[in-house]
C-alpha cells in the first residue's frame, strides 16, 4: 500500500516538473532600415555559451530558449560596433521585442505583443 502510494507520488512529480520548469523563448523582430547582429551569451553548468544570428530589416529572430539568464547584445551588421547590451531573465512566458532605431546612433528594444504566426525564412 505504501508503495504503490510513493510509486503514484514519484509518477506524479515526474511529470509535473517538466511543465512548471518548461522554459520559454524570445524572439527579436528589426524594424531598422539596417541588418543588425542579435547574439547571446550564457553560463551553462560553468561553460559559456554563445550564439549569434543575422537580422535583416523587418525580419525576426529564430526563436531563442530562455532556460536561463541570457545576455543580449545588438551589433550593427555591417561594422560590428555595439548598439545594445542587456540581461534578459530567464522566464517561463514567450516575449517578443522589437529592435528600433534611436536618436543617438544606437538602438533601442521594446517589448512587443507575440506575433500569432511567425513567419517562416526562405
Known amino acids: ?3 504503490r502510494a510513493v510509486l503514484s507520488l514519484s509518477l506524479f512529480v515526474a511529470l509535473a516538473v517538466p511543465a512548471v520548469c518548461r522554459a520559454e523563448y524570445v524572439v527579436f523582430r528589426n ?3 539596417t541588418s543588425v547582429v542579435v547574439q547571446t551569451a ?7 555559451k554563445r ?3 543575422l537580422v535583416k530589416p523587418g525580419e525576426y529572430t529564430d526563436k531563442i530558449a530562455l532556460d536561463n539568464d541570457k545576455t543580449i547584445t545588438i551589433c550593427d551588421g555591417k561594422t560590428g560596433k555595439i548598439l545594445f547590451r542587456d ?4 522566464t517561463t512566458k514567450p516575449l517578443a521585442y522589437a529592435i528600433l532605431p534611436s536618436t543617438n546612433g544606437k538602438v533601442r ?5 507575440m506575433p500569432t504566426e511567425m513567419p517562416t525564412k526562405p
Open 1 to 3: 500500500m505504501i508503495r
Open 31 to 33: 524594424e531598422c532600415k
Open 42 to 48: 550564457s553560463v551553462v553548468r560553468g561553460v559559456l
Open 51 to 53: 550564439d549569434q544570428t
Open 87 to 90: 540581461p534578459l531573465r530567464a
Open 109 to 113: 528594444v521594446e517589448k512587443r505583443q
